[in-house]
């Protein structure tokens, strides 16, 4: 099978979906010509024209506005948020408008949106370039939120989020944009709310999201070598979440960690290991762990900023401790 | 002959809409201060004249974006009080099924994009309905409701210079009603509101919020114009709440005095001015007039009977419509 970029793969989907949908159209910063500063975009204007891939000024809040009153009103706009830090500036239209419309009305609007927007550290960009935010959407009803951890779910998912009748946020690991993973030439969609085992295992189950997946995959070889069978599954989407897949693996394995690039209080890490907590309390034989980025602004300086992420090698540390009962008295 | 019968029409039914708003607003009133109404609302009475003149230049195919204080834009974008008042008293056959209420009120079915209870909140919403025409070749225009309150917020100014960069089809119409919440917009606006539309090359006009057919006349040619490409457009209208910022607003006398309230409704109310031009221009008897107004009023006490007898959704509709199928 053909390998593309996670970047070529997004330009994909978009493009195979403005072609299938004329009232598919992107909304954005430096969208057009420019075609981002990931270049994700690059070719589309060309195709589609400014009519519908459209520049924006620098007003975050005023274009997702206008992506929803578009949406609302039977267009299915893509909004690119250039950094996934400049989601705190469009809150308001993010969460009190599009997330609340459907249910403030009774059912009778629809919200049609994707904001694609990304996330991840270790890029030297500092703490406001850096951050992963998925927390603060996941908590909203109404939105649904995606994290791709490769081109192959890039490219399905964003098609999903596309024909989604509600507001999607799609995070990319701004990090990962020049990855490549087979995608096939064939259509194909990713369903919301279903999760992949990446890697199959019998010891314990380590639950990664975006490029964290990445991070559990290299724990699971590092394990490997110590005759430890981890499994690795990553639920692609945060809302909806398979729960079933997850308690599945964990009443299989007994053990679990949970990686998230998010930070690790009330984070996304947090909430799934609750629910594994929950639903598989009886299958476990050792308290599930949270390994999220740490509790700090993301520093600048590469010596500092390298220590606040999940690496392999830290999750495998966890996971030896896990399988040796060496957390036991830790809960 | 024929222009004056279409306008004795037109005049008639814009009346009648604005006795229906009045009418609406005294009913829910009376829901507030008999406790029959969950929470609280935001009375649109005194205005009435903006929200008539300009949706009676709007067809039902033209959108708008209501307020927190937008009970007077739905009834006239062509809401039914049945379904209205259903949903203030938080009823499954509401307007949103009773899970919106007063402050998110839409009614899709008119073009109602709904009301909203952050204030300046749906700029961005009806900006973007009017870059959706424009997109999908569509000849609607969209009309965004806000109040002089909201034009302290950032998100207008962003949107208009959106909308003026792409010639948009919407038109801003700031109902300038002299108060902020509890203070008095000299104290929150510096300069000139219209300059500021203005700034972005936007055509801008100060109008008499009181006065039904300046409103009509002015609303017409701007959709029409906007339907034309010529959009958007701003318009500030000068009028007046006569209730407070809620209805719980009762002693308003630290923010304005009661002299200046009177003087309002006694010499600018826009209901006792179109009236009295109906019967001088021989559009409307007085009796007419009158039974025009019971007629009104029974409507509404029958549609308040209906909504207080109407049932609550079931339990089951709680965690509905938190997601589109």
């Known amino acids: ?331 | 002959m024929n222009k004056r019968k279409h306008n004795a029409e037109d005049y008639l039914r814009m009346y009648r809409q604005m006795v229906r708003i009045r009418t609406f607003e005294d009913n829910a009133n009376q829901l507030y201060l008999s406790a029959k109404m969950p929470g609280l609302t935001h009375m649109y009475s005194g205005e009435e004249a903006v929200a008539v003149g300009i949706c009676e230049a709007l067809t039902d195919d033209d959108r708008i974006t209501s307020t927190h204080r937008g009970h007077g834009h739905c009834v006239a974008k062509g809401a039914e009080f049945k379904e209205m008042f259903c949903e203030l008293l938080g009823k499954a056959e509401g307007y949103c099924r009773g899970k919106g209420g007063s402050m998110h009120i839409a009614d899709q079915s008119h073009g109602n994009l709904g009301a909203n209870a952050i204030v300046g909140g749906s700029m961005g919403i009806a900006t973007g309905s009017a870059l959706r025409a424009r997109l999908l070749g569509q000849d609607d225009v969209t009309v965004c409701f806000f109040g002089d309150g909201a034009t302290a917020q950032g998100l207008m100014y962003e949107v208009m210079n959106m909308a003026a960069l792409w010639k948009l089809p919407v038109i801003y119409a700031c109902e300038n009603n002299g108060y902020s919440e509890y203070t008095r917009t000299e104290e929150i606006a510096a300069g000139s509101i219209t300059a500021r539309a203005e700034a972005f090359g936007i055509e801008a006009f100060r109008i008499d919020g009181q006065d039904v057919l300046a409103v009509n006349d002015l609303t017409r040619k701007l959709v029409d114009r906007c339907r034309k490409g010529e959009g958007p457009f701003f318009i500030e209208l000068e009028t007046y709440r006569y209730h407070g910022h809620h209805v719980g607003d009762i002693n308003r006398e630290y923010y304005r005095s009661k002299q200046e309230e009177k003087d309002w409704k006694d010499n600018r109310d826009p209901i006792i001015r179109f009236r009295a031009h109906l019967v001088s221009e021989g559009i409307a008897s007085e009796d007419e007039i009158e039974a025009m107004n019971a007629e009104i009023e029974k409507d509404a006490a029958e549609a308040v009977a209906y909504a207080e007898a109407a049932a609550y959704p079931d339990v089951s509709e709680v965690d509905k419509h938190v997601y589109a199928d």
């Not at chain 1, 009330?266 to 929950?278: D, F, K, P, Q, W």
């Open chain 1, 1 to 331: 099978m053909r390998e593309i970029t996670l970047s070529q793969a997004v330009n994909e989907a978009i493009a195979e979906e403005m072609r299938r949908d004329e009232t598919v159209f992107l909304l954005g910063e430096d969208v057009a010509e420019a075609g981002t500063p990931f270049k994700v975009l690059s070719g589309l204007v060309e195709e589609f024209g400014t009519a519908r891939v459209i520049d924006t000024p620098i007003s975050e809040p005023g274009f997702v506005g206008l992506a929803v009153g578009a949406a609302m009103t039977g267009a299915r706009p893509v909004v690119d948020l250039m950094f996934g830090d400049f989601i705190y500036l469009v809150m308001d239209q993010l969460c009190n408008q599009a997330a609340k419309q459907h249910y403030m009305s009774g059912g009778k609007l629809t919200v049609p949106m994707v904001l694609r927007t990304n996330l991840g550290a270790t890029r030297r960009s500092a703490a406001q370039h850096s951050q992963s935010l998925q927390a603060l959407v996941a908590h909203i009803p109404g939105l649904k939120v995606a994290l791709p951890s490769s081109a192959y779910e890039a490219k399905g998912l964003m098609k999903t989020a596309i024909r989604d009748n509600n507001p999607v946020v799609i995070f990319e690991d701004k990090l990962m944009y020049q990855d490549k993973a087979p995608v096939p030439e064939e259509e194909y969609l990713i369903p919301f709310g279903e999760a992949h085992v990446k890697r199959e295992g019998t010891d314990i189950t380590l639950i990664g999201t975006s490029s964290m997946v990445q991070v559990a995959e290299k724990a699971a070889e590092l394990l490997a070598r110590d005759g430890i069978e981890a499994e690795v599954i990553d639920p692609r989407t945060i809302v909806p979440l398979d729960e079933v897949a997850l308690l599945a693996s964990v009443r299989k394995t007994s053990r679990a960690i949970v990686i998230d690039e998010g930070h690790q209080s009330y984070g996304v890490t947090a909430e799934i290991a609750s629910r594994l907590n929950e639903k598989a309390f009886y299958h476990l034989d050792a308290p599930v762990l949270r390994m999220g980025a740490m509790d700090v602004p993301v520093p600048f300086s590469p010596a500092l900023e390298d220590l606040t992420v999940p690496t392999p090698e830290a999750v495998a540390e966890n996971a030896r401790m896990l399988c040796a009962g060496e957390m036991i008295h830790a809960a």
